[in-house]
């Protein structure tokens, strides 16, 4: 279980992090956000590798969520476009992520 909350803060604090590059473009007081975000991410995300997750799953979950909560919110915050078909892809990548920790489970257990 604690893997998975370091990977959360991880995956949490890269979105702030993106979202605050973001941000900055207009006030660059953000940017000690941006530092703080990415540095925090990988901090967690090497938390989540020597709590035992696997690099490949946390990679890949840590990617693929970035994308899609960075996506959306961006939609939401900043009135970027968010279409059906990046809609697609992103569930399209939910559902890669998802088979790489099935394999991931099944490796483990054989």
């Known amino acids: 279980m604690r893997k998975w909350l370091f990977l959360a803060g991880a995956i949490g604090c890269e979105v702030t992090g993106s979202l605050s ?5 207009d006030h660059p007081a953000w940017y ?3 530092a703080l975000g990415y540095t ?5 995300l090497a938390g989540t590798l020597r709590a035992g997750m696997p690099l490949g799953v946390a990679y ?13 919110l961006a939609a939401l915050l900043f009135d970027e476009a968010l279409t059906l078909v990046m809609l697609a892809g992103m569930a399209f990548i939910i559902v890669g992520v ?6 991931s489970q099944q490796k483990a257990s054989t």
């Not at 590059?21 to 473009?25: G, H, R, V, W, Y």
Request: a neutral charge; charged letters at 5%.
């Open 98 to 103: 998802l088979l790489v920790e099935l394999g």
């Open 60 to 72: 890949g979950v840590w990617g693929a969520l970035g994308v899609v909560l960075t996506a959306t």
């Open 32 to 34: 000690v956000l941006v």
């Open 40 to 44: 925090t991410s990988f901090v967690m």
């Open 21 to 25: 590059l973001k941000a900055s473009l």
